[in-house]
């Protein structure tokens, strides 16, 4: 058995950019996840980089108000889960629709 394994597959630990709550939705550089801790005293959480997780979304794009189809790529802008191609970084997938401009929990396929 492999000796230098250092986390599961699909866990990192992470410097935090700022303050992140666990189950907020995450990137590191590109990289999506969801963090499984909040934010440390020394800054760092641990993200989970796969999985199928309950998220808020938006019903927005670069544009405002869309509608989201089930398989829709999902990105995250800012601290929200959207459709926003332009100022998003790509996150994952809607497994469920979201209405134009609601705010839906769904689940939402995290990487890609």
Avoid at 7 to 21: E, R
Avoid at 33 to 59: C, Q, R
Avoid at 60 to 81: K, T, V
């Amino acid at each position: 058995m492999a000796t230098n394994l250092r986390f599961d597959p699909g866990n990192q630990i992470v410097v935090a950019k700022a303050s992140i709550t666990a189950g907020a939705p995450v990137v590191f550089g590109q990289i999506p996840g969801v963090a499984l801790t909040s934010t440390d005293a020394a800054g760092n959480i641990t993200m989970k980089t796969d999985g199928i997780y309950l998220m808020s979304v938006v019903g927005a794009d670069g544009s405002g108000n869309a509608a989201i189809a089930a398989g829709a790529i999902i990105y995250l802008d800012s601290a929200e889960l959207n459709a926003d191609v332009t100022n998003g970084v790509r996150w994952g997938y809607a497994l469920q629709a979201v209405s134009s401009g609601a705010t839906t929990s769904i689940l939402v396929k995290v990487g890609y």
